[in-house]
């Protein structure tokens, strides 16, 4: 009884529009289907051979996949880095640097990639003006293809690490202060009682942040909208953006149901590997 709010809501919020979405992606549904829905036509796999056949497709997640590879190692040592620091007994103030560090999580999304377009512009940005103070010459970070994935990804990492630290934080917390005294009193030193004591006991923290991280980044859509429409060709345009364009800006909505279905396959795969990983590892080891 107590959960069965939440379960309703789990229902309508989440199972009705998954299974809505994968029986859309089987009709060619368009803009004209809105009008007349009797030209709506049931397609079977029609939509995701065409998917399948779109060079645009296949760069988009190409582009996915370098913002998961660049973003969640970044992510996961920035958030580790930030949850050591403030959970230091010596530091100062630790109160404050979590609020400071934690403050762009609950900034508005795209307010702040407003601020960091024009702070990453080519002309009169405050990073390029950083690199005309050391002599280096200016870089077009969101205009060059090479660097618009590492912009934003630089953003996407300034914007989402502290929810990461929190939870690394809270794990930090629970690691026994006597294993570590025990390690410093048999001389160990800090990278040490790092390596032998903490990391092993914040693994599951570790793997949550992981997972996190990477549905996150599957996730991307309103920080390359922001910041570069996709561009420059195409270079950042996301699985999410596609089904966003797709649906929203050309009305291919069964196409654009059946890019959903895609991009929910690889979260689900993103997010059960590293347990299946876990569990064979487990069951090796027993």
């Not at 919020?13 to 009008?35: E, G, K």
């Not at 690490?161 to 934080?169: A, V």
């Amino acid at each position: 009884m107590f959960s069965a709010p939440a379960l309703l809501a789990i229902a309508l919020f989440f199972v009705l529009p998954t299974i809505a979405s994968l029986a859309l992606s089987l009709t060619d549904f368009d803009i004209y289907a809105l009008a007349d829905i009797g030209n709506l036509r049931f397609v079977g796999l029609a939509n995701y051979s065409a998917l399948l056949g779109d060079p645009l497709f296949w760069t988009a997640l190409r582009n996915t996949l370098w913002f998961v590879a660049l973003g969640v190692p970044a992510i996961m040592l920035v958030a580790f880095a930030a949850a050591v620091l403030v959970n230091e007994r010596l530091v100062a103030w630790r109160p404050l640097w979590r609020a400071v560090f934690f403050a762009p999580y609950v900034a508005t999304l795209v307010a702040a990639a407003v601020v960091w377009k024009y702070l990453l512009h080519a002309r009169y940005g405050l990073l390029n003006h950083a690199l005309a103070a050391i002599g280096l010459p200016p870089v077009d970070w969101l205009g060059d293809p090479r660097w618009a994935i590492p912009a934003i990804t630089l953003f996407v990492v300034w914007k989402s690490f502290g929810y990461s630290m929190l939870i690394f934080l809270a794990a930090l917390q629970t690691v026994p202060r006597e294993l570590e005294e025990a390690a410093r009193i048999d001389g160990a030193g800090w990278w040490s009682r790092l390596r032998h004591v903490t990391l092993p006991a914040i693994a599951p923290a570790a793997g949550l942040v992981a997972v996190l991280a990477v549905v996150s980044m599957f996730q991307l859509f309103a920080e390359p909208y922001v910041m570069t429409e996709g561009g420059p060709a195409q270079s950042t345009i996301t699985v999410l953006y596609l089904m966003f364009d797709q649906g929203f800006q050309w009305w291919n909505l069964g196409l654009g149901a059946a890019v959903a279905v895609v991009l929910f396959g690889c979260i689900l795969v993103a997010a059960l590997a590293p347990a299946a990983a876990l569990r064979l590892f487990r069951g090796r080891g027993g």
